[in-house]
């Protein structure tokens, strides 16, 4: 594995946390709304306020105004894409702008 360049390190990870993590993916309603199926590995996010993206917890704007390390196992010379979207703008009670994509 290697890491992208916006990777300090790569991020062990089991199967079983894979499983457990993207059964939460269906919990949440990201599973079918967003993607078709749960992740093959996991990112880690971690904001430089001090906070980490984790499955189904709340960030501020303020918390994750600037720019994240991400860390995930990568295959060599192979390219990816990271996406930051909201699947249901404002709120998921009134979901009235539907999908946003923020970066």
Same mark, same amino acid.
């Given at each position: ?24 993916? !269906?919990?949440?309603?990201?599973? %079918? ?5 749960? %992740? !093959? ?19 501020? %704007?303020?918390?994750? !105004? ?38």
């Amino acid at each position: 594995m290697k890491a992208c360049n916006v990777v300090g390190m790569v991020v062990c990870i089991t199967l079983r946390s894979i499983f457990s993590e993207a059964c939460k993916f !269906k919990d949440f309603e990201l599973i %079918p709304d967003v993607i078709d199926v749960g %992740p !093959k590995a996991i990112l880690n996010v971690s904001f430089p306020s001090g906070v980490d993206a984790s499955f189904g917890n709340m960030l501020t %704007p303020t918390e994750v !105004k600037d720019q994240p390390t991400v860390l995930f196992p990568a295959e060599p010379e192979a390219r990816y894409t990271l996406i930051l979207t909201d699947p249901d703008v404002p709120d998921r009670e009134q979901p009235v702008d539907g999908e946003w994509i923020h970066w």
